[in-house]
């Protein structure tokens, strides 16, 4: 037998089944028992494996893949070895306990779905020795012989020998959205992987029909395991925010080891201080200079996102995606269920002498129909029942149909194909119900749809015995040429072929998928060949099916575009029907419509030069998004593709953001995705990306809080090692005030709701600097006013009020803490105003945080533990009075240097109206 390598890059499709037996070694009567045993030792099982996530080990360690974090742990083993207890405990335990806070975070987001779940079947029915038999489908080896029957999952990849009537759905592997036609004969050896008819593949489903065939693959040698080693192979990218922030620690540390050893250096040489006083001043500028409580507000911030648009019913699988949403600039999305409904519709009814409107959308069986091609064209309303020849085409889409229509409580459903659903629904509507028509008719025999035939057929008995009729429904270029008459009309039935081409043309350039409607009288009451419906039948009309687009989607892609984002539709239907559609919804565009075919045979650089200005892409097989997603990284854009089938999991790992269907997606898809949909609706990604916004957005708000703290408690040591005094902060002070108000004050930011303008405003540029020029302003100017009040206060109590070190620092401590939390409410409007109830009290939770901060300053000041563990000392009432002016005169400040920003900039965009003005006349 031929190693399993081999045998996957055998083409079984093209070659006959003796062949293919004899290739395996096998017959139509199945291995025998002990040969089985003996190739499964070979081949190994039958299951697909299982990368598993990162073990929590691993996730634990990459908490401390940082270099602001490496270097805290340098200066505590340091501190440590100098004698410096207390200063290296509390090293230890702020890394600590940001490691926990980041450990436990992204544990909870990668149980937010279950790793690939077993794709193919548990069990599986073979014939071993001629015997049928019951098997687990991981003891499947190739050369077994599997049967299957409707309802039936395929365990492993098959090369059919027989075929009764086989329909398989497909759609998870190849995008298909009808099931396909099974048969066993040979296929062209580069035929694609939908037109194998011959082979069944693992992970799809036998929906109609009964089909045997060999095993020629199993496990990862299947096509679903060959998809599966794709996903792995596929480059992933660091998100924008994972990009700055590696960028941001990396100058910063570089800055900060630079800082410290010119400090020390300075110190030891001018003012003649011990290198080991030296060496430990500069470790407190590196603990004063790294943002420790920053990396854990990251996640918290990032997980709060998680959990929002989880209520949104957007699952994120990944946390630094949150931020990534924000930045997003194009959405490739798929059309049936996320832009539309999924629900098909009958909207219009085309028959030899009567044209027909239907009303309502959706499974709901209440409309109204009005004779013309639209609405508002005629307009006369029609009473159905009073239509024969009506209710004779709405009959047949009844019994040439294997769909049902459901109710339960004031919901109604279909079971089965929608199209077929469509149907149902607009017989219901005219009065037929379809339980009650199928009642009068006994179904005879029937020829299943099948993508080469592109028709139904069944043959129908009337159960009053009447003669026996046989019913066609489908393609409506096909049934044409199967027709020889129309019924109906004013030529006694001639079917003017030309006009009929033109009414299907008319109805398709509407967004319509057209359906067409046959009969004929049966020649026998037994059996139904399809040589009894190539000829001969007369054409009962046509139906227009519309996907009503989602109330949501229209407005959600407005907002959108507004936001600078662009959607472009990706979809498998025809470029007419495609047109129509991005036309109804918005997003069609100037640049027409590319089809699958077109990026065949484009060339990357072609590809990359369409793909900005084509906002529809018809005819497209899942495996062209992955084309798309690189052709518009290639432009720098951030993009999110969504997708739901086993072939779209490349394209969803290679974008920055995969976006998989929840409800309709399969499990390979939802693997690949950052984000999985709830509810399989585009407005829930559009509420994500402004969730995304929303998040970055209080990312560096937090920054901006939180660095200028760093940036005084940095030049307070600064000034102190320049001027030869002692430090008014300890390192161990320093930890506590980054810690204590990290995760109270700077934590409250998280909770900010977003600007109003937030989805107005064009993405972000991914390579913006997380600290652009206007925060770095700001960092700055705040860390100058921060810094005075702090040193001065030190300096006034310690040398002119001889107040003893302990006191002084105290004082200085809670300076820079009061400093802080009025500088919190300056932060919640970065450049607004806060000089507003709304601005000053509009967050409880900022309240809250600022309660508690104080709280806990209080206990830190007058409580006996913690004045021994941090030397402070208790402070006077006159010493609360100073800190609170300077923290009045702090918060002041701020709001004039917003009030001249905001002069700054009315001014500039003033003088750029202006210019604009005097070039346009």
Known sequence: MAEASTEQRTSWHALPTDEVLDHLDSSSDGLEDATAKERLRETGPNRLEDSGGRPWWRRLLDQFNNILIIILLIAGITAGILGQWVDAAAIFAVVLINAAIGFIQEGKAEKALQSIRSMLSPEATVRRGGNRKTIPAEELVPGDVVLLESGDGVPADLRLLSARRCRMEEAALTGESEPVGKQTDAQPEDADLADRSSMAYASTLCVHGTCEGVVVATAMDTEIGHISRLIESVDTTQTPLQQQLDQFAKVLAGGILALAAAMGAFGVLVHERGIQDMFMAGVGLAVAAIPQGLPAIVTITLALGV???????????????????????????????????????????????????????????????????????????????????????????????????????????????????????????????????????????????????????????????????????????????????????????????????????????????????????????????????????????????????????????????????????????????????????????????????????ASDEELRDRVLDINVFARAAPEHKLRLVEAIQDHKQVCAMTGDGVNDAPALKRADIGVAMGVQGSEASKEAAEMVLADDNFSTIVAAVREGRRVYANIRKTITFLLPTNGAESLAIMIAILAGTLLPITPVQILWVNMVTAVTLGLALAFEPAEPDIMQQPPRDPKEPILSLFLLWRVLFVSVLLVAPVYGLFLWLQQWQGASVELARTAAVNMLVIGEVVYLLNTRRPLASALSWNGLF?????????????????????????????????????????????????????????AILRAMKTSKSESVTSAAARRAD
Not at 384 to 393: A, I, K, S, V, Y
Not at 872 to 878: G, H, N
């Open 842 to 898: 509009g967050s409880r939770r900022v309240w809250l945080a600022i309660g508690l901060v104080l709280l806990i300053q209080l206990l830190w000041t007058y409580t006996g533990p913690m004045q021994w563990l941090f030397a402070s000392d208790a402070l006077s009432l006159a010493h609360w009075g100073l800190i609170w002016l300077a923290g009045g005169i702090i918060f002041l400040m701020v709001e004039i240097e917003k």
């Open 307 to 601: 959990q929002a648009m989880a209520r949104r019913n957007a699952i994120i699988r990944q946390l630094p995606a949150v931020e990534t949403l924000g930045s997003v600039s194009t959405i490739f999305t798929d059309k049936t269920g996320t832009l539309t409904r999924n629900e098909m519709t009958v909207n219009a009814i085309a028959m030899a002498d009567n044209d027909f409107h239907v009303s309502g959308v959706g499974f709901t069986p209440e409309g109204r129909f009005s004779r013309g091609r639209n609405a508002d064209e005629d307009g006369t309303p029609v009473e159905p029942e009073n239509e024969d020849l009506l209710g004779r085409l709405l009959t047949a889409g009844v019994l040439c149909n294997d769909a049902a229509l459901r109710q339960q409580d004031d919901t109604w459903t279909i079971d089965g194909d929608p199209t077929e659903g469509a149907l149902l629904v607009v017989a219901a509507k005219a009065g037929l119900a379809p339980d009650d028509v199928r009642q009068e008719y006994c179904r005879v025999d029937d020829i299943p749809f099948e993508s080469e035939r592109k028709y139904m057929a069944t043959l129908d008995e009337p159960v009053d015995g009447g003669d026996p009729v046989i019913h066609v429904k489908g393609a409506p270029d096909v049934l044409l040429d199967m027709c020889d008459r129309a019924v109906g009309g004013d030529n006694n039935g001639e079917l003017d072929r030309d006009r009929w081409h033109e009414r299907i043309e008319d109805l398709s350039s509407g967004g319509l998928r057209v359906l067409a409607l046959a009969s004929k009288p049966a020649d026998t009451a037994d059996t139904l060949e399809e040589a009894d419906v190539e000829s001969g039948l007369t054409l009962l009309g046509l139906v227009g099916i519309m996907d009503p687009p989602r109330d949501s989607a229209v407005s959600s892609v407005r907002e959108c575009q507004d936001a600078g984002i662009r959607v472009k539709m990706v979809t498998g239907d025809h470029a007419l029907t495609a047109q129509a559609v991005a036309t109804e919804i918005g997003i069609a565009g100037t640049g027409g419509t590319l089809t699958g075919h077109d990026i065949e045979e």
